[in-house]
């Protein structure tokens, strides 16, 4: 069955540091994998999605992950952390056609950014 | 990106009745809903998935006589927690997907407490 692995349920960052938020799938093959946010009390808004395009790729709000095959890993990063960024962050996948079908999310991250 | 909106935000209501959480697709046609439950600190986990005009298809452990689903119109689907008790407490939120759609969208959520 595949998974996804989210390490680390929480990370802390000082204001203008690097994020990197891990995550890691189970898989024979490459998945439809995807970031999402959740803020406190909202649904989940989509950082980005991979859909063998392109290994890297960037979302909203200046994040990018990086696709690595060898690596089963879709680790999610951002050069410069802002206040703004705190929130639970959630890896998904998907086997679906379209990859937008029976997402199956990680157990997520809480982000904290220290000022 | 496309709107999908939640209603209520948020419900109490007393141990043994029921409550009606209404997705609807503001400015698409949902031929794919999804109704996913999130408990406090944890992942979201895929309930059911519901087609327009059809029986919703339940993952294994989910009580389709407890959570009735029904989408009835390409834009609205409800779903129905009857006989609420307070380990029905949780958040519960859908996403949509349209024709041609590659992306899932997400309501903001609607927070259960059954007292």
């Known amino acids: 069955a595949q998974s996804v692995t989210q390490l680390g349920s929480h990370v802390s960052v000082s204001e203008g540091a690097l994020v990197l938020l891990r995550c890691n799938y189970s898989s024979s093959v490459p998945p439809y994998l995807f970031w999402y946010v959740q803020y406190p009390n909202q649904g989940l808004q989509l950082l980005l999605k991979y859909t063998s395009a392109a290994t890297l790729v960037k979302g909203i709000n200046d994040f990018e992950a990086e696709f690595k095959k060898s690596e089963t890993s879709f680790h999610l990063t951002k050069p410069s952390a802002h206040m703004s960024d705190a929130a639970e962050y959630f890896c998904?996948?998907?086997?679906?056609?379209?990859?937008?079908?029976?997402?199956?999310f990680g157990t997520g991250t809480r982000l904290t950014i220290i000022p | 990106g496309a709107v999908v909106s939640q209603h209520p935000s948020w419900v109490i209501c007393k141990s043994g009745t029921s409550v009606k959480i209404e997705c609807r697709s503001l400015?698409?046609?949902?031929?794919?809903m999804f109704w996913y439950r999130q408990f406090p600190k944890q992942s979201l986990m895929l309930m059911a998935t519901s087609n327009e005009g059809s029986k919703a298809t339940y993952e294994q452990g989910v009580e389709k006589d407890k959570f009735l689903i029904n989408h009835a119109s390409l834009t609205l689907s409800t779903l129905t927690v009857t006989s609420a008790h307070p380990e029905d407490s949780s958040f519960y939120i859908c996403?949509?997907?349209?024709?041609?759609?590659?992306?899932?969208?997400f309501g903001q959520g609607t927070r259960l407490t059954v007292v």
């Open positions: 996403s949509a997907i349209g024709t041609g759609n590659t992306e899932a969208f």
């Open positions: 400015d698409f046609q949902a031929t794919t």
């Open positions: 998904a996948v998907s086997f679906s056609n379209f990859g937008n079908e029976k997402l199956t």
